[in-house]
């Protein structure tokens, strides 16, 4: 659950969610569900000579099992938080 509560402070920023068959789509994270199921808004397709049937796609829902990265605006990551975090789950508390 670490990662959903880490998600959900990254509404209304732009990532850029990269799948596993190689389609990478930047947009305004709108929602992330406990699966890690994405919902984005304005997206446009980084590689559009390669995805050109994509181009009209203005939002998107992924679901989580087909996402192999997710590309956090630099802004947006907060280490100390996230190893804070990382160190209450790995002692179960």
Do not use: W
Request: proline content about 3%; charged content about 25%.
């Amino acid at each position: 659950m670490l990662f959903f509560s880490y998600f959900k402070d990254l509404v209304g920023q732009e990532v850029t969610v990269e799948l596993k068959n190689d389609l990478a789509i930047r947009g305004t994270l709108h929602s992330v569900d406990q699966y890690l199921n994405i919902k984005l808004e304005n997206t446009r397709v980084v590689d559009q000579d390669k995805f050109p049937h994509m181009l009209s796609v203005r939002n998107c829902f992924i679901r989580g099992s087909v996402v192999r990265y997710v590309q956090l605006p630099p802004d947006g990551v907060d280490v100390d938080l996230l190893h804070d975090a990382a160190r209450r789950e790995a002692r179960g508390g």
